[in-house]
């Protein structure tokens, strides 16, 4: 019997999280007109359908993410380009490298770009992981690509100590991250994450900042995600 319970709690909880993600659709103005399929199971959330950039799987990604609930996604979503979104590979790398020199966060020189049937594959060797992310964020900006591999690694900066103390305070800072119940450890030049956050979106975001601290060579993320407190039955 309290197995039995459990399923239809959990089942009530997936059904309630499914209905939570196409509603936050409906207020994202990029995704509200598309026809996105989420399915949820034990809080893993799956996406489908097509839409018709990448900027937009993208974007039904990270909306999913921000669900209380969700531990993980899987996003299935197809990417079907029409006349004005379609373009040849050479002209996706160079509107890439182009968006890339207007941006002062991005050290163009220093990262490869190849493209294959739409498909973006980025190299290079960086310092800082803020500057990996604005180069996979720029991608998002570019009509005809059809999906992306962020292959740049990041060269580790010598730092003498990691101030575990600005990790807590640039934490606390985040506007993406409601929780404070996060705690840091710093062994060397590893960052160890434990506690417990909202969203898988707050995971993530925590990680992010942890790495782009000056000196940290890898982030372990033990964050766990809360799960959704079930509705009383009526």
């Known amino acids: 019997m309290p197995t039995e319970m459990n399923n239809e709690i959990k089942m009530k909880a997936d059904i309630k999280l499914e209905s939570d993600i196409l509603r ?79 941006n002062w966060d991005i050290s163009a020189d220093k990262i490869t770009v190849s493209v294959e049937k739409g498909w973006i594959t980025l190299k290079g060797d960086l310092e800082w992981s803020y500057q990996r992310d604005a180069a996979q964020a720029a991608t998002r900006q570019i009509k005809g690509v059809t999906g992306l591999t962020n292959a740049i690694t990041i060269r580790n900066v010598t730092i003498d100590k990691i101030e575990k103390l600005e990790i807590e305070k640039a934490l606390v800072l985040s506007s993406a991250i409601d929780d ?31 790495q782009n601290t000056p000196g940290v060579a890898g982030v372990e993320n033990g964050l766990a995600i809360a799960p959704e407190s079930p509705q009383p039955n009526p």
């Not at 062994?187 to 506690?195: C, D, K, M, Y």
């Open 180 to 210: 404070r119940e996060i705690h840091v450890t710093v062994t060397g030049n590893i960052v160890s994450l434990g506690g417990i956050v909202s969203t898988l979106y707050e995971k993530e975001q925590a990680g992010r900042i942890a």
């Open 24 to 102: 936050a659709m409906t207020w994202e103005p990029l995704l509200r007109m598309e026809k996105i399929g989420v399915t949820a199971r034990k809080g893993v959330i799956t996406l489908t359908g097509k839409v018709e950039s990448f900027m937009k799987k993208t974007e039904a990604e990270e909306t999913a993410k921000k669900a209380r609930g969700v531990v993980a996604v899987v996003n299935d979503i197809e990417i079907q380009l029409n006349n004005q979104t379609t373009k040849q590979d050479h002209e996706i790398a160079a509107d890439l490298q182009k968006a890339f020199r207007a």
